[in-house]
Structures are given as structure tokens and as C-alpha cells.
């Protein structure tokens, strides 16, 4: 069975960072791509990060490029998402997601996943 647990959320104020953190057992995490997504209160789910199993194939939302960090420890199981430069905008419930079949983020790396965490809230205050 496959699990997958973010944490490392919390309120932060604008300007200020934050690292997630995320943990995926049940899969052979060092094949898999594993991405991160947040949706904010009354929008849809929104793709922020992708990186492939090696950690050389990264792909990001423009809403993010240059703030956001995505990678990753293989031999911890292990997923991170630095957050640098927050905006209230970046506002949501950060899910990590895993995929088993792909390892590397595809064209549509948006729709690859299939295995989704819990989410951790993120706030950030102006």
C-alpha cells in the first residue's frame, strides 16, 4: 500500500520561507516522479513542482519559478519544497503526490500522479 505524508506547513509571514517535506513508502521512491500541488479555498488543484526520480528533471509552475525549490533524497524517501520569497497567493493545502509508472516528469507531468498525500496548510500573512 502506498503512503504518502507531507509535513513541515505552517504560517509564515510575506517574504518569509518555508520547507515542506514529504515521505512516500509502499513504491520504489528512487524510479518514481513525485510532484507537489496546492489548492486554495474555491480554486481548482493547481500543479506547482515535478522532479524526476534522479532528481535531474524538474519542472515548475510559472507562478513559482525563481521562489520554489523542488528535490529530493532518494535514500530517505524523502521529497522537499523550498519556499523562498512567500506571497500571500501561495496561500493553500500543499499535497505531495507520487508516481509509480513514470519516472521522470512528462510534457503532462500535471495529470501523472496517482498517489496523493493528506496536504499541510501553508498561510501566508501580508
Known amino acids: 500500500q502506498v503512503q504518502v505524508v507531507e509535513s513541515g506547513g505552517g504560517l509564515v509571514q510575506a517574504g518569509g520561507s518555508l520547507r515542506l517535506s514529504c515521505t512516500a513508502s509502499?513504491?520504489?521512491?528512487?524510479?518514481?516522479?513525485m510532484g507537489w500541488f496546492r489548492q486554495a479555498p474555491g480554486k481548482e488543484r493547481e500543479g506547482v513542482s515535478c522532479?524526476?526520480?534522479?532528481?535531474?528533471?524538474?519542472a515548475y509552475a510559472d507562478s513559482v519559478k525563481g521562489r520554489f525549490t523542488v528535490s529530493r533524497d532518494n535514500a530517505k524517501n524523502t521529497l522537499y519544497l523550498q519556499m523562498n520569497s512567500l506571497k500571500p497567493e501561495d496561500t493553500a493545502m500543499y499535497y505531495c503526490?507520487?508516481?509509480?509508472?513514470?519516472?521522470?516528469?512528462?510534457?503532462?507531468?500535471?495529470?501523472?500522479?496517482?498517489?496523493w498525500g493528506q496536504g499541510t496548510q501553508v498561510t501566508v500573512s501580508s
Open positions: 509502499g513504491l520504489t521512491f528512487d524510479e518514481a516522479a
Open positions: 503526490a507520487a508516481d509509480a509508472a513514470w519516472g521522470y516528469c512528462s510534457g503532462s507531468w500535471k495529470t501523472q500522479f496517482g498517489y
Open positions: 522532479i524526476g526520480w534522479s532528481g535531474g528533471g524538474t
